[in-house]
Structures are given as structure tokens and as C-alpha cells.
């Protein structure tokens, strides 16, 4: 079964940290591009990061950048996104996902909530 599963959400303060990480299995996913998605109620789906298999292309939202680290570990099948300094702002639920291009997705996880306080 091909899947993504998600964890490492929580609650933390503004100012903290946490490492959200992403498993992938069921098929090969060296030739993909791995993104990190985020919503928050009431509000659309927006880009976090991605990060190609290779590693050799990272890209991020001008929001996180500077606090989010995207990186992944080939032979764990795993990609992690270190967020540091978070704001309240940065409360969502964020979804893993994988697709050919940086632009194109079609597997999806569940998701996991990121809630910072102030």
C-alpha cells in the first residue's frame, strides 16, 4: 500500500521547535519530489517546503524561511521538516505529500496539527 504517514505535531510556544517527519512507502520514491503543506482553519492549503529526492533542489515559502529546514533520509524513506522560532501564525495542520515536479502532487497524508501558543 502506498502511503505517507505523518508525525511529530503537537503543542509548543512561540519561540519553540518541533520536527515534523514523513514516512513514505509502498513504491520507489527516488525519482519524486517530496512538499510540505499546511492549513489553518478557515484558511486554503498553502506551500511550507519541498525538498527533491536527490536533496539537490529545496524550495520554501517565503514565510518559513530562515526557520524551516527541509531534509530528507534516503534510505529511511523519510523527509522531516525542523521548524524553529514558531509563531502562532505557523498553527495548521500540515500535510506531507509527493508528486513528479515541485508543481504537481498525488499522494497525500493524513496530516498532523502544529498548535503554537503565544
Known amino acids: 500500500q502506498v502511503q505517507l504517514v505523518e508525525s511529530g505535531g503537537g503543542g509548543v510556544q512561540a519561540g519553540g521547535s518541533l520536527r515534523l517527519s514523513c514516512a513514505a512507502s509502498?513504491?520507489?520514491?527516488?525519482?519524486?519530489?517530496m512538499g510540505w503543506f499546511r492549513q489553518a482553519p478557515g484558511k486554503e492549503r498553502e506551500f511550507v517546503a519541498a525538498i527533491s529526492w536527490s536533496g539537490s533542489r529545496i524550495e520554501y515559502a517565503d514565510s518559513v524561511k530562515g526557520r524551516f529546514t527541509v531534509s530528507n533520509d534516503n534510505p529511511k524513506n523519510t523527509v522531516y521538516l525542523q521548524m524553529n522560532s514558531l509563531k502562532p501564525e505557523d498553527t495548521a495542520h500540515y500535510y506531507c505529500?509527493?508528486?513528479?515536479?515541485?508543481?504537481?502532487?498525488?499522494?497525500w497524508g493524513q496530516g498532523t496539527q502544529v498548535t503554537v501558543s503565544s
Open positions: 509502498g513504491r520507489t520514491f527516488s525519482t519524486y519530489v
Open positions: 505529500a509527493a508528486g513528479p515536479t515541485m508543481a504537481r502532487y498525488d499522494l
